[in-house]
Protein backbone atom coordinates (compact mmCIF):
# COMPACT_ATOMS: atom_id res chain seq x y z
CA UNK A 1 0.00 0.00 0.00
CA UNK A 2 2.73 2.40 1.17
CA UNK A 3 4.65 1.65 -2.34
CA UNK A 4 1.38 1.96 -4.22
CA UNK A 5 1.27 5.68 -2.43
CA UNK A 6 4.79 6.34 -3.09
CA UNK A 7 4.41 5.32 -6.95
CA UNK A 8 1.78 8.03 -7.30
CA UNK A 9 2.88 10.26 -5.65
CA UNK A 10 6.06 9.75 -8.04
CA UNK A 11 4.18 10.10 -10.98
CA UNK A 12 2.34 12.85 -9.87
CA UNK A 13 5.54 15.07 -9.59
CA UNK A 14 6.89 13.74 -12.67
CA UNK A 15 3.70 14.69 -14.85
CA UNK A 16 3.59 18.27 -12.97
CA UNK A 17 7.42 19.27 -13.38
CA UNK A 18 6.89 20.26 -16.84
CA UNK A 19 4.18 21.80 -16.38
CA UNK A 20 5.54 23.98 -13.82
CA UNK A 21 8.93 24.37 -15.44
CA UNK A 22 6.81 25.48 -18.70
CA UNK A 23 5.15 28.09 -16.40
CA UNK A 24 8.25 29.17 -14.19
CA UNK A 25 9.68 31.52 -16.78
CA UNK A 26 6.23 33.96 -16.79
CA UNK A 27 5.63 33.62 -13.53
CA UNK A 28 8.98 33.93 -12.28
CA UNK A 29 9.23 37.38 -13.96
CA UNK A 30 5.87 38.55 -12.57
CA UNK A 31 7.12 37.80 -9.14
CA UNK A 32 10.62 39.20 -9.50
CA UNK A 33 11.17 42.95 -8.10
CA UNK A 34 12.56 44.65 -10.97
CA UNK A 35 9.28 43.13 -12.89
CA UNK A 36 7.17 46.43 -12.75
CA UNK A 37 10.81 48.69 -14.50
CA UNK A 38 11.24 46.07 -16.78
CA UNK A 39 7.65 46.35 -17.88
CA UNK A 40 8.21 49.82 -18.04
CA UNK A 41 10.88 50.45 -19.68
CA UNK A 42 9.61 47.92 -22.84
CA UNK A 43 6.13 48.92 -22.71
CA UNK A 44 7.37 52.89 -23.40
CA UNK A 45 9.77 51.82 -25.81
CA UNK A 46 7.95 49.94 -27.70
CA UNK A 47 4.80 52.59 -28.33
CA UNK A 48 7.40 55.34 -28.93
CA UNK A 49 8.85 53.44 -31.58
CA UNK A 50 5.30 52.61 -33.33
CA UNK A 51 4.69 56.17 -32.54
CA UNK A 52 7.50 57.16 -34.80
CA UNK A 53 7.10 54.96 -37.37
CA UNK A 54 2.86 55.62 -37.50
CA UNK A 55 3.75 59.39 -37.40
CA UNK A 56 6.34 59.27 -40.51
CA UNK A 57 3.47 56.96 -42.43
CA UNK A 58 0.76 59.64 -41.57
CA UNK A 59 2.60 63.05 -42.18
CA UNK A 60 4.51 62.35 -44.97
CA UNK A 61 1.65 63.60 -47.23
CA UNK A 62 1.48 66.73 -45.11
CA UNK A 63 5.13 67.46 -45.45
CA UNK A 64 4.82 67.34 -48.79
CA UNK A 65 1.62 69.52 -48.93
CA UNK A 66 3.80 71.95 -47.22
CA UNK A 67 6.74 72.08 -49.86
CA UNK A 68 8.83 70.31 -47.47
CA UNK A 69 10.78 67.49 -47.39
CA UNK A 70 8.32 64.37 -46.62
CA UNK A 71 10.54 63.40 -43.49
CA UNK A 72 9.94 67.02 -42.08
CA UNK A 73 7.50 66.04 -39.56
CA UNK A 74 8.80 62.79 -38.76
CA UNK A 75 12.85 64.03 -38.19
CA UNK A 76 11.07 67.06 -35.98
CA UNK A 77 9.34 63.92 -33.99
CA UNK A 78 12.13 62.18 -33.69
CA UNK A 79 13.97 65.16 -32.21
CA UNK A 80 11.54 64.90 -29.48
CA UNK A 81 11.51 61.61 -28.95
CA UNK A 82 15.78 62.23 -28.04
CA UNK A 83 14.79 65.28 -25.75
CA UNK A 84 12.03 62.96 -24.17
CA UNK A 85 14.22 60.30 -23.98
CA UNK A 86 16.74 62.28 -22.44
CA UNK A 87 13.59 63.60 -19.46
CA UNK A 88 12.90 59.94 -19.05
CA UNK A 89 16.52 58.83 -17.93
CA UNK A 90 16.88 62.08 -15.77
CA UNK A 91 13.77 61.66 -14.21
CA UNK A 92 14.12 57.65 -14.02
CA UNK A 93 16.95 58.39 -11.77
CA UNK A 94 15.86 60.28 -9.14
CA UNK A 95 14.75 58.98 -5.62
CA UNK A 96 11.06 59.85 -4.61
CA UNK A 97 12.12 61.96 -1.64
CA UNK A 98 13.37 64.47 -4.71
CA UNK A 99 9.79 64.50 -5.74
CA UNK A 100 8.41 65.46 -3.02
CA UNK A 101 11.13 68.20 -2.21
CA UNK A 102 10.18 70.06 -5.66
CA UNK A 103 6.32 69.45 -5.66
CA UNK A 104 5.06 72.87 -4.72
CA UNK A 105 7.91 74.89 -6.83
CA UNK A 106 7.33 72.54 -9.69
CA UNK A 107 3.54 73.28 -9.32
CA UNK A 108 4.44 77.19 -9.33
CA UNK A 109 6.36 76.99 -12.05
CA UNK A 110 3.62 75.20 -13.97
CA UNK A 111 1.13 77.55 -12.85
CA UNK A 112 3.42 80.26 -13.94
CA UNK A 113 3.83 79.36 -17.66
CA UNK A 114 0.16 78.79 -18.14
CA UNK A 115 -0.16 82.50 -17.12
CA UNK A 116 1.74 82.96 -20.21
CA UNK A 117 -1.12 82.21 -22.40
CA UNK A 118 -2.63 85.75 -21.36
CA UNK A 119 0.76 87.52 -23.36
CA UNK A 120 1.15 88.11 -26.20
CA UNK A 121 3.99 84.73 -26.32
CA UNK A 122 0.75 82.75 -27.05
CA UNK A 123 0.12 80.82 -29.33
CA UNK A 124 -3.97 79.53 -30.81
CA UNK A 125 -4.99 76.77 -32.79
CA UNK A 126 -8.27 75.11 -33.63
CA UNK A 127 -9.82 77.62 -31.05
CA UNK A 128 -7.69 77.18 -28.00
CA UNK A 129 -5.16 79.24 -27.24
CA UNK A 130 -2.87 76.65 -25.07
CA UNK A 131 0.34 77.11 -26.72
CA UNK A 132 3.72 80.12 -26.03
CA UNK A 133 6.26 80.56 -28.26
CA UNK A 134 9.48 80.07 -26.32
CA UNK A 135 13.53 80.91 -27.52
CA UNK A 136 12.43 79.62 -31.13
CA UNK A 137 9.69 76.67 -30.19
CA UNK A 138 6.50 76.41 -29.33
CA UNK A 139 5.44 74.90 -25.76
CA UNK A 140 1.97 73.29 -24.26
CA UNK A 141 2.35 74.35 -20.54
CA UNK A 142 -0.88 72.08 -19.95
CA UNK A 143 1.55 69.24 -20.72
CA UNK A 144 3.79 70.49 -17.76
CA UNK A 145 0.99 71.28 -15.62
CA UNK A 146 -0.79 67.15 -15.92
CA UNK A 147 2.92 66.23 -14.28
CA UNK A 148 3.17 68.97 -11.78
CA UNK A 149 -0.10 68.44 -10.31
CA UNK A 150 0.73 64.78 -10.21
CA UNK A 151 3.22 65.01 -8.22
CA UNK A 152 2.11 67.60 -6.11
CA UNK A 153 -0.98 65.64 -5.26
CA UNK A 154 0.96 62.81 -4.30
CA UNK A 155 3.08 64.85 -1.93
CA UNK A 156 0.02 66.59 -0.36
CA UNK A 157 -2.24 63.71 -0.29
CA UNK A 158 -0.24 61.46 1.11
CA UNK A 159 0.65 63.53 4.32
CA UNK A 160 -2.88 63.78 5.10
CA UNK A 161 -3.75 60.31 4.58
CA UNK A 162 -5.55 59.82 7.91
CA UNK A 163 -7.71 62.74 7.38
CA UNK A 164 -9.07 62.40 4.43
CA UNK A 165 -12.17 60.94 5.83
CA UNK A 166 -12.94 65.14 6.93
CA UNK A 167 -14.51 67.18 4.12
CA UNK A 168 -12.46 69.91 5.37
CA UNK A 169 -8.97 68.12 4.80
CA UNK A 170 -9.98 66.92 1.43
CA UNK A 171 -11.30 70.35 0.12
CA UNK A 172 -7.76 72.13 1.61
CA UNK A 173 -5.71 73.20 -0.28
CA UNK A 174 -6.51 70.33 -3.35
CA UNK A 175 -9.96 71.75 -4.67
CA UNK A 176 -8.47 75.52 -4.71
CA UNK A 177 -5.20 74.79 -6.24
CA UNK A 178 -6.94 72.18 -8.74
CA UNK A 179 -9.76 75.15 -9.56
CA UNK A 180 -6.69 77.44 -10.44
CA UNK A 181 -4.96 75.07 -12.59
CA UNK A 182 -7.71 73.82 -14.34
CA UNK A 183 -9.51 77.68 -14.63
CA UNK A 184 -6.38 78.50 -16.29
CA UNK A 185 -6.11 76.17 -19.28
CA UNK A 186 -9.76 76.39 -19.53
CA UNK A 187 -9.21 80.37 -20.30
CA UNK A 188 -7.88 78.99 -23.19
CA UNK A 189 -10.43 77.16 -23.97
CA UNK A 190 -8.78 73.96 -24.02
CA UNK A 191 -11.63 71.95 -23.00
CA UNK A 192 -10.18 68.20 -24.20
CA UNK A 193 -6.96 69.23 -22.07
CA UNK A 194 -8.93 70.13 -18.77
CA UNK A 195 -10.99 67.24 -18.66
CA UNK A 196 -7.65 65.11 -18.55
CA UNK A 197 -6.22 67.42 -15.58
CA UNK A 198 -9.39 66.12 -14.08
CA UNK A 199 -8.31 62.45 -14.53
CA UNK A 200 -5.41 63.25 -12.80
CA UNK A 201 -7.27 64.52 -9.87
CA UNK A 202 -9.86 61.74 -9.66
CA UNK A 203 -6.76 58.98 -10.07
CA UNK A 204 -5.44 60.71 -7.10
CA UNK A 205 -8.05 61.18 -5.11
CA UNK A 206 -8.88 57.16 -5.74
CA UNK A 207 -5.26 55.55 -4.39
CA UNK A 208 -5.17 58.42 -1.64
CA UNK A 209 -8.28 56.52 -0.18
CA UNK A 210 -11.08 59.86 -0.10
CA UNK A 211 -14.13 58.40 0.58
CA UNK A 212 -16.66 56.88 -1.69
CA UNK A 213 -19.48 59.46 -1.14
CA UNK A 214 -17.00 62.49 -1.40
CA UNK A 215 -15.35 61.01 -4.26
CA UNK A 216 -18.82 60.52 -5.90
CA UNK A 217 -19.80 63.91 -5.17
CA UNK A 218 -16.73 64.97 -6.84
CA UNK A 219 -17.15 63.69 -9.69
CA UNK A 220 -21.26 64.66 -10.22
CA UNK A 221 -19.95 68.40 -9.44
CA UNK A 222 -17.03 68.06 -12.32
CA UNK A 223 -19.64 66.83 -14.52
CA UNK A 224 -21.88 69.47 -13.90
CA UNK A 225 -19.13 71.32 -14.33
CA UNK A 226 -18.18 70.03 -17.53
CA UNK A 227 -21.91 70.10 -18.79
CA UNK A 228 -22.30 73.94 -17.96
CA UNK A 229 -18.85 75.39 -20.05
CA UNK A 230 -20.02 72.95 -22.84
CA UNK A 231 -24.01 74.21 -22.37
CA UNK A 232 -23.28 77.75 -21.51
CA UNK A 233 -19.82 78.69 -22.49
CA UNK A 234 -21.01 80.11 -25.91
CA UNK A 235 -18.25 78.33 -27.70
CA UNK A 236 -20.00 77.06 -31.32
CA UNK A 237 -17.05 74.66 -32.38
CA UNK A 238 -17.73 72.81 -29.27
CA UNK A 239 -21.26 72.85 -29.76
CA UNK A 240 -20.76 71.74 -33.44
CA UNK A 241 -18.55 68.67 -32.50
CA UNK A 242 -21.12 67.70 -29.85
CA UNK A 243 -24.16 67.63 -32.13
CA UNK A 244 -22.10 66.18 -35.02
CA UNK A 245 -21.47 63.32 -32.83
CA UNK A 246 -24.96 62.86 -31.56
CA UNK A 247 -26.60 63.04 -34.98
CA UNK A 248 -26.65 59.41 -36.65
CA UNK A 249 -26.98 61.02 -40.04
CA UNK A 250 -24.00 63.87 -39.55
CA UNK A 251 -23.17 65.46 -43.33
CA UNK A 252 -19.79 64.98 -43.57
CA UNK A 253 -19.70 68.04 -46.39
CA UNK A 254 -20.32 69.81 -42.74
CA UNK A 255 -16.84 71.05 -41.24
CA UNK A 256 -17.83 69.41 -37.99
CA UNK A 257 -18.79 66.22 -39.20
CA UNK A 258 -15.92 65.99 -41.37
CA UNK A 259 -13.00 64.84 -39.04
CA UNK A 260 -15.75 62.59 -37.44
CA UNK A 261 -16.82 60.57 -40.37
CA UNK A 262 -13.24 59.95 -41.88
CA UNK A 263 -11.81 58.45 -39.15
CA UNK A 264 -14.66 55.88 -39.28
CA UNK A 265 -14.26 55.19 -42.89
CA UNK A 266 -10.62 55.01 -42.65
CA UNK A 267 -11.02 52.01 -39.81
CA UNK A 268 -13.64 50.72 -41.90
CA UNK A 269 -11.27 50.00 -44.53
CA UNK A 270 -8.78 48.74 -42.80
CA UNK A 271 -10.44 45.46 -42.16
CA UNK A 272 -8.72 42.78 -40.18
CA UNK A 273 -4.97 43.08 -41.83
CA UNK A 274 -5.00 46.68 -42.46
CA UNK A 275 -4.09 47.82 -46.25
CA UNK A 276 -0.23 47.82 -45.46
CA UNK A 277 1.74 49.93 -43.89
CA UNK A 278 2.17 53.50 -45.65
CA UNK A 279 -0.35 52.29 -48.47
CA UNK A 280 -3.72 54.04 -46.55
CA UNK A 281 -5.53 56.54 -48.28
CA UNK A 282 -7.09 58.77 -45.64
CA UNK A 283 -4.03 60.33 -44.97
CA UNK A 284 -3.95 62.34 -48.22
CA UNK A 285 -5.27 65.12 -47.20
CA UNK A 286 -8.91 63.18 -46.34
CA UNK A 287 -8.54 63.18 -42.60
CA UNK A 288 -7.21 66.13 -40.67
CA UNK A 289 -4.49 65.90 -37.80
CA UNK A 290 -4.41 62.05 -39.60
CA UNK A 291 -1.12 62.62 -37.87
CA UNK A 292 -1.70 63.86 -34.28
CA UNK A 293 -5.36 63.17 -32.97
CA UNK A 294 -6.49 60.69 -35.33
CA UNK A 295 -3.50 58.60 -35.76
CA UNK A 296 -5.20 56.03 -34.24
CA UNK A 297 -7.72 55.85 -37.66
CA UNK A 298 -4.58 55.53 -39.46
CA UNK A 299 -3.31 52.66 -37.79
CA UNK A 300 -6.38 50.77 -38.14
CA UNK A 301 -6.58 52.20 -41.66
CA UNK A 302 -2.85 50.86 -42.51
CA UNK A 303 -2.44 48.13 -40.05
CA UNK A 304 -6.07 46.91 -39.70
CA UNK A 305 -8.33 45.30 -36.80
CA UNK A 306 -4.69 43.55 -35.16
CA UNK A 307 -3.14 46.70 -35.01
CA UNK A 308 -5.79 48.17 -32.66
CA UNK A 309 -6.08 45.66 -30.52
CA UNK A 310 -2.38 45.90 -30.40
CA UNK A 311 -2.38 49.06 -29.05
CA UNK A 312 -5.01 48.39 -26.99
CA UNK A 313 -3.09 45.41 -25.24
CA UNK A 314 0.29 47.76 -24.87
CA UNK A 315 -2.05 50.55 -23.04
CA UNK A 316 -3.42 48.03 -21.03
CA UNK A 317 -0.47 46.72 -20.01
CA UNK A 318 1.18 49.41 -19.47
CA UNK A 319 -1.71 50.59 -16.83
CA UNK A 320 -1.03 46.60 -15.39
CA UNK A 321 2.67 47.73 -14.53
CA UNK A 322 1.81 50.97 -13.41
CA UNK A 323 -0.51 49.32 -11.08
CA UNK A 324 1.78 47.52 -9.85
CA UNK A 325 4.10 49.93 -8.34
CA UNK A 326 0.67 51.46 -6.71
CA UNK A 327 0.58 47.88 -4.95
CA UNK A 328 4.02 46.47 -4.18
CA UNK A 329 5.75 50.23 -3.37
CA UNK A 330 5.38 51.07 0.70
CA UNK A 331 5.18 54.92 0.24
CA UNK A 332 2.00 56.40 0.01
CA UNK A 333 3.14 59.36 -1.83
CA UNK A 334 4.44 57.33 -4.11
CA UNK A 335 1.42 55.33 -4.63
CA UNK A 336 -0.66 58.37 -5.16
CA UNK A 337 1.34 60.00 -7.87
CA UNK A 338 1.57 56.41 -9.88
CA UNK A 339 -2.18 56.46 -9.33
CA UNK A 340 -2.37 60.14 -10.89
CA UNK A 341 0.07 59.63 -13.94
CA UNK A 342 -1.78 56.03 -14.70
CA UNK A 343 -4.94 57.79 -15.24
CA UNK A 344 -3.47 61.03 -17.14
CA UNK A 345 -1.62 58.13 -19.84
CA UNK A 346 -3.94 55.37 -19.95
CA UNK A 347 -7.11 57.73 -19.75
CA UNK A 348 -6.25 60.04 -22.03
CA UNK A 349 -5.23 57.40 -24.52
CA UNK A 350 -9.06 55.87 -23.90
CA UNK A 351 -10.59 59.20 -24.44
CA UNK A 352 -8.54 59.50 -27.85
CA UNK A 353 -9.41 56.42 -28.95
CA UNK A 354 -12.94 56.88 -28.08
CA UNK A 355 -13.13 59.53 -30.55
CA UNK A 356 -11.95 58.10 -33.14
CA UNK A 357 -14.55 55.04 -33.05
CA UNK A 358 -17.05 57.34 -32.50
CA UNK A 359 -17.92 56.89 -28.40
CA UNK A 360 -17.00 60.16 -27.74
CA UNK A 361 -17.37 63.74 -29.79
CA UNK A 362 -14.37 65.15 -31.01
CA UNK A 363 -12.61 66.33 -27.89
CA UNK A 364 -8.83 67.41 -29.48
CA UNK A 365 -6.68 65.47 -27.07
CA UNK A 366 -3.38 63.55 -28.61
CA UNK A 367 -2.54 59.44 -28.17
CA UNK A 368 0.07 59.40 -25.87
CA UNK A 369 3.21 58.12 -27.01
CA UNK A 370 2.26 58.15 -30.59
CA UNK A 371 0.81 60.81 -32.09
CA UNK A 372 3.25 63.84 -33.34
CA UNK A 373 3.52 66.84 -30.69
CA UNK A 374 6.69 67.75 -28.68
CA UNK A 375 5.39 68.71 -25.88
CA UNK A 376 3.24 65.82 -25.41
CA UNK A 377 4.89 63.05 -25.86
CA UNK A 378 8.15 65.14 -23.57
CA UNK A 379 5.69 65.34 -20.66
CA UNK A 380 4.31 62.08 -21.14
CA UNK A 381 7.93 60.39 -21.28
CA UNK A 382 9.45 62.55 -18.43
CA UNK A 383 6.10 61.27 -16.40
CA UNK A 384 6.91 57.83 -17.08
CA UNK A 385 10.19 58.19 -16.26
CA UNK A 386 9.21 59.17 -12.77
CA UNK A 387 6.85 55.96 -12.39
CA UNK A 388 10.13 54.24 -13.94
CA UNK A 389 12.35 55.79 -10.79
CA UNK A 390 9.21 54.22 -8.09
CA UNK A 391 10.00 51.31 -9.94
CA UNK A 392 13.42 51.19 -9.24
CA UNK A 393 12.66 51.92 -5.73
CA UNK A 394 10.30 49.35 -4.80
CA UNK A 395 11.47 46.72 -2.20
CA UNK A 396 14.28 44.75 -3.17
CA UNK A 397 14.37 46.13 -6.95
CA UNK A 398 17.36 48.52 -6.37
CA UNK A 399 19.39 45.25 -5.22
CA UNK A 400 17.80 43.40 -8.12
CA UNK A 401 19.15 45.88 -10.57
CA UNK A 402 22.37 46.18 -8.99
CA UNK A 403 23.29 42.38 -8.52
CA UNK A 404 22.13 42.36 -12.43
CA UNK A 405 24.79 45.78 -13.36
CA UNK A 406 27.23 43.75 -11.94
CA UNK A 407 26.96 40.28 -13.65
CA UNK A 408 26.83 42.02 -16.46
CA UNK A 409 30.34 44.14 -15.94
CA UNK A 410 31.91 40.86 -14.86
CA UNK A 411 30.67 39.12 -18.22
CA UNK A 412 32.20 41.59 -20.44
CA UNK A 413 35.11 41.87 -18.38
CA UNK A 414 35.42 37.94 -19.00
CA UNK A 415 35.01 38.48 -23.32
CA UNK A 416 37.80 41.59 -22.54
CA UNK A 417 40.35 39.57 -21.13
CA UNK A 418 39.35 36.83 -23.81
CA UNK A 419 39.94 38.95 -27.06
CA UNK A 420 42.88 40.57 -25.25
CA UNK A 421 44.38 36.62 -24.55
CA UNK A 422 43.69 35.78 -28.57
CA UNK A 423 45.47 39.39 -29.66
CA UNK A 424 48.61 38.16 -27.55
CA UNK A 425 48.38 34.30 -28.89
CA UNK A 426 48.27 35.73 -32.50
Known amino acids: MATDRARASTESEGTSRPERARRRPLLGFLDSPVASYYLLVGLTTLLVLIGLGMVLSASSVKSLQRGDSPYEIFLGQAQYAFLGTIALVAASLMRPSFYKRVSWPFLAAAIGMQLLIFTPLARSKGGNTGWIYLGGFTVQPAEIAKLALAIWLGTVLARKARLLHQWGHVFMPAVPVVGIVVGLVLAGHDLGTAIILLMVVAGALWIAG ?12 MGVAVWALVAFQGNSNRLGRIDSWLNASCDPSVATCYQFIHGKWALASGGLSGVGLGAGSEKWLYLPEAHND ?26 YAMSRVVVRHPDPAVKVTTGAICCWIVGQALVNIGVVIGALPVIGVPLPLVSAGGSALIMTMAALGVVISFARDEPGAREALAARSGTVRRSLAVVGGSVRRRRKDA
Open 210 to 221: VPGRMFMAGGLA
Open 294 to 319: FIFAVIGEELGLQGTVLMLVLFGALG
